[in-house]
């Protein structure tokens, strides 16, 4: 899902820290800081194609909210936000096939703890463009999932839809899953129900309906939920439903979303080999999201 071409480009971006451009070799942050300590922060992931941002004030609207909901101060309001990330854009003269991470930590602790009454200064804001874009074949080769024994958590252990710099559930499943030659982790939730992959969003498709999971047990992920839309528009039946393994061996057709790739086909699961992949409908869907997308820029001005 996140196999990508390599490009040499990459060596000489300019990554922002704080607001200053640093080359990559020089984009540090302190080691009394939250996120190195204490994986205290929140992150967003986006992507830059035709001369815009896609989903922008969508994926800002989910960043404050995970600022908010860890009590933490990011610094800098949406517009001031946007104008340092156009800035980096700019600076590396990026307009298309491009992805961002951009990470928020509460900033610098004066002693390594938890209670951020120990932290001093202002939070700390890294922007990191890249040039990157999915390798072709995994699209037609599709990918494999395994279902792992870590379970998501539900809100009254960590909500899900907090998205973290603490990713340790995700990355325990996501080793489980290399171990065993997969591509990514079908995880369940504390039912037995399927509940999402470790680092991207899971839907079937089963007599001309996609499902997917609800959202007590995932992120709430942009493109999965624009997923849910252009469906919605199109008249494809489309449900946030529980459903286990049964359902998944058995299903028609099976796909990934992430801000990364888009849509992606699975070809199997758990060595159950999908009936259709990347089938009608899986198609349709990839299409109607692209289009989405490509509506969706906010200009790099």
């Known amino acids: 899902m996140h196999d990508y071409l390599d490009d040499a480009r990459n060596q000489d971006v300019l990554i922002s820290v704080n607001g200053d451009l640093k080359k990559r070799g020089e984009a540090v942050v302190s080691v009394f800081d939250s996120g190195y300590l204490l994986g205290d922060g929140v992150w967003e992931g986006l992507r830059v194609m035709n001369g815009g941002v896609a989903f922008l004030p969508e994926h800002f609207k989910r960043l404050y909210a995970g600022a908010k909901t860890i009590d933490m101060d990011i610094g800098l309001g949406r517009e ?43 939070a700390t804001i890294v922007i990191i463009p890249e040039f990157k874009m999915p390798v072709p074949s ?19 252990e960590q909500d899900q839809k907090l998205n973290s710099h603490s990713k340790l559930n995700c990355i325990m499943a996501c080793i489980q899953a290399d171990k065993a030659g997969a591509d990514e982790a079908l995880m369940l939730d504390p039912a037995g129900f399927v509940a999402t992959c470790n680092s991207t969003h899971f839907f079937i498709v089963r007599d001309g309906e996609v499902w997917t999971s609800p959202p007590e047990y995932c992120l709430g992920g942009i493109t999965r939920g624009n997923i849910i839309q252009v469906c919605r528009e199109a008249g494809i039946p489309v449900f946030e439903k529980r459903f286990s393994l049964f359902d998944v061996y058995s299903a028609d057709e099976a796909f990934i979303t992430g801000t990364f790739a888009g849509v992606t086909p699975v070809r199997e699961v758990d060595g159950r080999v999908i009936e259709h992949k990347d089938g009608p409908i899986s198609r349709r869907v990839r299409e109607l999201y692209k289009a989405l997308q490509a509506r969706s820029l906010t200009p790099i001005v």
């Open 80 to 122: 001031e936000l946007t104008g340092r990330l156009m800035d980096c854009l700019k600076a590396n003269g990026m307009r298309d096939g491009v992805h961002i991470r951009l990470m928020v930590t509460r900033g610098i602790k004066k002693t390594p703890y938890q209670g951020p009454r120990f932290t001093i200064g202002k």
């Open 138 to 156: 995994v699209i037609d080769q599709g990918v494999s999932l395994f279902t792992v024994h870590v379970r998501r958590t539900g809100p009254a």
